[in-house]
């Protein structure tokens, strides 16, 4: 499974993004999906998460309300919309992939695919 990362960019606080990740391999229907950020200086953390059906959605605090993920199955992609962004948002962008669909969203260890990430920068 390869993961393709895209729509990163420079916005405005306030302003909006749409990331997206697209993925080979005929089984990502099965796949649960995340973003996960890392910003300078500081670890990686995940963002949002979305099982395999796209019936479960997870958010971290920090984003709840503003970000919403979701997937479209026939594109073999997931998307992260990202409103009302903030300049603690600024970080590179990274989505991953769990093939055994689990619903541990927040733990990267379940992740075994990863893309290369895609840099979000939020100017004051």
């Known amino acids: 499974v390869q993961l393709q990362a895209s729509g990163g960019g420079l916005v405005q606080a306030g302003g909006s993004l749409r990331l997206s990740c697209a993925a080979s391999?005929?089984?990502?229907?099965?796949?649960?999906m995340a973003w996960f950020r890392q910003a300078p200086g500081k670890e990686r953390e995940f963002v949002a998460g979305?099982?395999?059906?796209?019936?479960?959605?997870y958010y971290a605090d920090a984003v709840k309300g503003r970000f919403t993920i979701f997937r479209v199955s026939a594109k073999n992609t997931v998307y992260l919309q990202m409103n009302n962004l903030k300049p603690e948002d600024t970080a590179v962008y990274y989505c991953?992939?769990?093939?055994?669909?689990?619903?541990?969203?927040?733990?990267?260890?379940?992740?075994?695919?990863w893309g290369q990430g895609t840099l979000v920068t939020v100017s004051s």
């Open positions: 991953a992939a769990d093939p055994d669909g689990s619903y541990l969203y927040k733990r990267q260890t379940e992740y075994s695919y």
């Open positions: 979305i099982s395999w059906s796209g019936g479960s959605t």
């Open positions: 391999g005929r089984t990502f229907s099965s796949y649960t």
